[in-house]
């Protein structure tokens, strides 16, 4: 089994694609010509490959079906791609060695936005500017899907985006870009009210435009948040901001 959320140098290199997998928000496989139909559990797996990259069967199924007997999941996945064969559903798909992945230049909305996340968190050659922000803010990962495996990539995709828009704040903020800075900030606040260091982005992101109300507005606002919704205060790291 691989990592999690991979990124495939093929993708990353721009090859063209006739497959573009969808996971933020609603699930949805487009064609050359038009979406696709690939069932509730064919959807489960697409959607497992893209998160998990080359998986054994064996993985698979138990990940699938884990109520089910080892037998009987195994058997699920046999029928699964039985009915994606049948409707010649399986060519964005790689079988090998008792192993199944998503093709490489199969187009993967997640893997676009964790490369972009994961640029930013490098401090690469990646320029901070608007289109970044837009590429980092978004629908959760698989909206209404509620298995552990589903939750458990939903938080690390969470987590990253959230690192990422606090970095691009800062560096938006480095370049002068103030107003996309508090933008970068707000989107945290609004993925996690509760944290922070996503308010922390905002505040000091008013406070480089001259804007010490702005920054005194936020501040509150986190104060009542946190004393509202777990009976304390900020931070001094935050508090400090202001002095």
Same mark, same amino acid.
């Given at each position: 089994?691989a990592? +999690?959320?991979?990124s495939?140098? $093929? ?22 010509? $038009? ?13 497992? =490959? $893209? ?23 195994? !058997? ?37 936005? +964790? ?8 401090g690469?050659?990646? %320029?901070?500017?608007?289109?970044? *922000?837009?590429r =980092? ?16 990539? %939903?938080?690390?995709? %969470?987590q =990253?985006?959230?690192?990422?828009? &606090?970095?691009?704040? !800062?560096q ?13 900030? =707000? ?6 009210? *509760?944290?922070?260091?996503a ?10 435009? !001259? ?9 509150? &606002? ?8 777990? !009976? ?5 790291l ?6």
């Amino acid at each position: 089994m691989a990592g +999690t959320i991979l990124s495939d140098p $093929a993708v990353d290199a721009g090859t063209a694609s006739a497959w573009r997998l969808t996971l933020l928000g609603a699930w949805q496989l487009s064609g050359t010509d $038009a979406t696709v139909d690939v069932g509730a559990n064919g959807q489960r797996l697409f959607a497992l =490959l $893209a998160l998990r990259g080359r998986c054994d069967r064996s993985y698979l199924s138990g990940v699938l079906w884990p109520e089910c007997s080892e037998p009987h999941a195994a !058997g699920n996945l046999r029928a699964t791609l039985s009915r994606l064969h049948r409707r010649n559903l399986t060519d964005p798909l790689e079988s090998r060695n008792g192993s199944l992945r998503l093709r490489p230049e199969v187009s993967v909305d997640v893997r676009d936005l +964790t490369r972009t996340a994961s640029a930013v968190l490098d401090g690469g050659t990646l %320029r901070p500017d608007r289109r970044t *922000l837009r590429r =980092l803010t978004g629908d959760d990962l698989l909206v209404g899907w509620y298995e552990d495996w589903v939750l458990l990539e %939903r938080e690390r995709l %969470r987590q =990253l985006r959230l690192h990422a828009l &606090e970095a691009l704040s !800062g560096q938006l903020l480095a370049t002068g870009d103030c107003a996309s800075a508090v933008e970068a900030g =707000l989107a945290a606040v609004g993925i996690e009210p *509760l944290r922070e260091s996503a308010h922390r982005a905002v505040i000091s992101a008013h406070l480089a435009e !001259g804007n010490r109300a702005e920054a005194l507005r936020q501040y509150e &606002e986190l104060r009542r948040l946190l004393g509202t919704e777990l !009976g304390v205060g900020p931070s001094p790291l935050v508090a400090e901001l202001l002095r």
